[in-house]
């Protein structure tokens, strides 16, 4: 009787550290480097912190896989403590990723910024974008993507489509972006263009 009580602590206590381990938050990352590896390693209700600084051209794929009741978080060290600018790019790939509270500043936008990509109840929230431009969007939707959210964001002085969902003939193998919501954000000083105004948010092209 009293091995299998030892047993049965024993067995609950495994139980508890695994939970512990999957949810943890981990120490923050300062480079590309230790937040791929971050990224690869991520379970279900586990946050990555990435430390307070300013960051240049980072180019990573969030091809996390959280659930509806544990997303993965991704967010700074403290409230838009984390800068992003230059050649940055973020492809949001994965399921029940939060990526949250960020703040990107003189970025050049050779691609998009953010985009969700075949991804799945994924969300972008709380992030700042300012100062940015060039042939792409801050934020790109593309074909495949479901039910991902872009909400309380704030776009000031940027010289490109702040949001483009894109339909292209990528839509024949993956199927047409559905379901996604864009609420709540805010558009500041946004530069006209010579030719047709600027499109804030833009449906239906590859550009």
């Not at 009580?5 to 990352?29: D, H, K, N, T």
């Not at 991804?119 to 039910?147: K, L, M, P, T, Y």
């Not at 959210?149 to 339909?167: G, K, P, Q, W, Y």
Request: contains cysteine; aromatic residues 10%; hydrophobic residues 35%.
């Amino acid at each position: 009787m009293q091995k299998k009580r030892y047993r049965f602590i024993y067995s609950l206590w495994a139980v508890f550290c695994v939970a512990l381990l999957q949810g943890a938050e981990r120490s923050p990352v300062d480079s590309v480097e230790s937040f791929s590896k971050e990224i690869r390693a991520a379970q279900p209700g586990g946050t990555i912190v990435i430390a307070d600084g300013l960051y240049d051209g980072w180019s990573v794929e969030l091809d996390c896989r959280g659930t509806a009741e544990e997303p993965v978080t991704i967010r700074p060290e403290s409230g838009r403590g984390v800068t992003f600018t230059g050649r940055s790019h973020f492809s949001i790939t994965g399921s029940y990723v939060v990526f949250d509270g960020f703040h990107f500043n003189g970025c050049e936008l050779d691609d998009n910024l953010l985009e969700f990509k075949r991804s799945d109840h994924c969300r972008i929230a709380n992030c700042v974008f300012e100062s940015s431009g060039g042939d792409r969007a801050v934020i790109g939707i593309q074909a495949g993507a479901r039910s991902n959210s872009l909400v309380d964001c704030r776009f000031v002085d940027i010289s490109a489509r702040c949001v483009n969902l894109h339909i292209n003939e990528e839509v024949y193998k993956v199927g047409i972006p559905t379901g996604n919501v864009i609420r709540n954000n805010h558009f500041q000083d946004i530069p006209r263009s010579i030719e047709n105004g600027r499109e804030t948010i833009k449906i239906g092209t590859n550009q």
